[in-house]
């Protein structure tokens, strides 16, 4: 009788010194969960329920694969702030002996090749058990893209592991190859997961073959650009490019998903607050449940930490980063803006996605309209600004707040598309301009199409404005630093000082205070580009004479 002995995987279980009493924070070689292969991978209902665990999690064995709704990591880049520097917007931090990020996501990598090695033991209908293998794939890709993109190269584990395994002392892959294998397991959730349509209403928040697209597209357009900006040697960024496009194509010829286009001129902002119980919004592409009939509901006190006292606030920097209603930028604009006129004029001829995602004077708030304070210290806010996307003003009383946290939106696939277009020809033509980005802004209620004649006409560089309409349409979503990393922007735009609002007393010509000082506010270009592995994990890897797979280098100047 086969068993398997699920460990408690903290980091990689090819890191330790077995027996040591120093390897508490990495392998404990005492079984938590004991699990018969013969008894319980038996049919394809045991594969989804182990699958279960990676949208819900268990206490003290693994976490959810899927994000809280704090989106912490804006603030490491230059279109948030909270109410003090954090440390890699000051690049004040250094390696650590462990690393929660990479200890959750090999804890998540263990789970899915335990679901995938099953196949041995299960019987049943074989679609079935491709759709679970799917899943299990699925989210081994999620884990590793999430690794990949901050620790660059990484060791790929492929089955579970036991004391005796060769991989336990396995090398770092370069990580082309490691992007490769995540394709891999994404072109098998195509082929096995199902469509949205398909998939059973008690079924919904599980991942589909939509899914498996928009992520692919994700994966190959981080990989894409960044390989082109960083001229990487040996890279291909035409290819992955080509699969990013082609990637999000599928999903738009599915005719599986739309933009949501509710009864109002505010659809885009009635999506963040779409609850999980109305399941029929074809925008989403992938959540994390927080419905009401889910065990994940949120307290609105876990978003007030975020929303309402000023965990993540906007910065000046993207509110400047807003068009105005005739098509330009703020320092082209030939409209009226003036942002000295008044303390809302920074809303007025402008983009209307900007007042659907931050606070305006007189939207409805916490105890009343939202408060204006000079960015001083009086009220919460630093930045003189509130986020408003997901922001429920109804919540605050019950307490409870019901709107899935979107993780993959069809916003994001067209504008996957039109950036992987632009960047592979060095041009996008009108149609394709049409069926992206003048589709989102059609569905915001924004003037002005964007055509190569209006961008030659005004002197403006459509690459920018492709980028400008990624920032601005996924604003607070978690995408604005790597979109940095990718473009090798991040030492340009991340030294550069954090602004706040520019609060009227009078029209005397005030500045904006400065709430991050440059002097403060660093990024290394030889550094920072990615994270610092955890020290343990290479200390425990160091150089053996007899076998150089031991042997780990820390990311450079880390």
């Known amino acids: 009788m086969k068993t398997l002995n699920i460990f408690r995987l903290i980091s990689l279980s090819i890191v330790c010194v077995f027996g040591s009493t120093s390897c508490d924070d990495f392998l404990d070689l005492t079984p938590q969960t004991s699990l018969n292969t013969d008894s319980f991978f038996r049919t394809p209902d045991d594969m989804k329920s182990a699958c279960n665990i990676f949208y819900s999690g268990a206490s003290n064995t693994i976490t959810s694969a899927l994000p809280g709704h704090l989106y912490n990591i804006d603030l490491w880049s230059d279109d948030a702030y909270a109410t003090s520097p954090n440390n890699i917007s000051s690049a004040s931090r250094i390696a650590t002996g462990s690393d929660a990020t990479w200890n959750n996501y090999f804890k998540l990598i263990y789970q899915a090749n335990n679901i995938l090695e099953s ?7 074989a679609k079935e058990i491709n759709r679970y293998l799917a899943e299990a794939r699925f989210f081994r890709a999620w884990s590793y893209f999430e690794l990949t993109r901050r620790y660059g190269n990484v060791p790929w584990i492929n089955r579970t592991l036991n004391t005796n395994d060769p991989l336990v002392y396995g090398p770092r892959i370069d990580r082309k190859v490691v992007v490769d294998s995540i394709l891999s397991d994404l072109d098998f959730a195509v082929e096995w997961l199902p469509k949205p349509s398909e998939l059973a209403a008690a079924d919904y928040g599980r991942v589909t073959k939509t899914a498996a697209w928009a992520f692919k597209s994700r994966v190959a357009l981080f990989e894409g650009t960044r390989q082109k900006y960083f001229n990487e040697p040996d890279g291909n960024p035409t290819r992955l490019l080509t699969i990013a496009k ?28 779409l609850t999980g119980n109305e399941k029929k919004v074809n925008e989403k592409i992938f959540v994390s449940l927080y419905g009401e009939n889910s065990s994940n509901i949120i307290r609105s006190s876990t978003l007030s930490r975020s929303l309402e006292q000023a965990g993540m606030t ?3 920097a993207l509110i400047d980063a807003y068009l105005c209603t005739d098509g330009l930028p703020i320092e082209k604009t ?17 983009d209307p996605r900007l007042s659907m995602t931050v606070f305006r004077k007189g939207d409805p708030f916490k105890g009343g309209d939202i408060a204006y304070n000079p960015p001083s210290g009086a009220g919460y806010t630093l930045t003189g600004y509130h986020q408003k996307k997901y922001y429920d003003v109804n919540a605050w009383t019950p307490n409870r707040n019901f709107q899935d946290l979107i993780l993959i939106r069809y916003a994001e696939v067209l504008l ?73 922007k991040a030492e340009v735009e991340l030294v550069k000082p954090v602004l706040a609002r520019l609060f009227i007393a009078d029209k005397t010509g005030q500045v ?12 290394n270009a030889n550094r920072d580009y990615l994270f610092p592995l955890p020290t343990l994990q290479i200390d425990l890897l160091r150089k053996d004479d007899t076998d150089p797979n031991k042997t780990w280098e820390q990311n450079p100047n880390w």
């Open 246 to 273: 082609d990637a999000a194509a599928s999903v738009i010829n599915s005719q599986e998903h739309a933009l949501y286009k509710g009864s109002g001129s505010d659809s885009y902002r009635q999506l963040f607050l």
């Open 314 to 316: 906007p910065t000046q």
């Open 512 to 523: 904006h205070k400065v709430v991050q000082a440059t002097s403060t506010r660093k990024f």
């Open 119 to 125: 196949i041995s033991t299960v019987t049943g209908d």
């Open 416 to 488: 996957n598309y039109a950036e992987a277009v632009y960047e592979l020809n060095g041009n996008i033509s009108d149609a394709d301009l049409d069926l992206t980005v003048n589709n989102l802004r059609n569905r915001a209620g924004f003037p002005v199409k964007i055509t190569n004649a209006f961008v030659t006409q005004n002197g403006l560089n459509m690459l920018d404005e492709i980028r400008r309409e990624r920032r601005v349409e996924l604003a607070c979503e978690g995408f604005r630093y790597f979109d940095l990393i990718r473009w090798k």
């Open 334 to 350: 030939k409209t009226a803006y003036n942002e000295k006129d008044s303390v809302d004029a920074v809303f007025v001829y402008r």
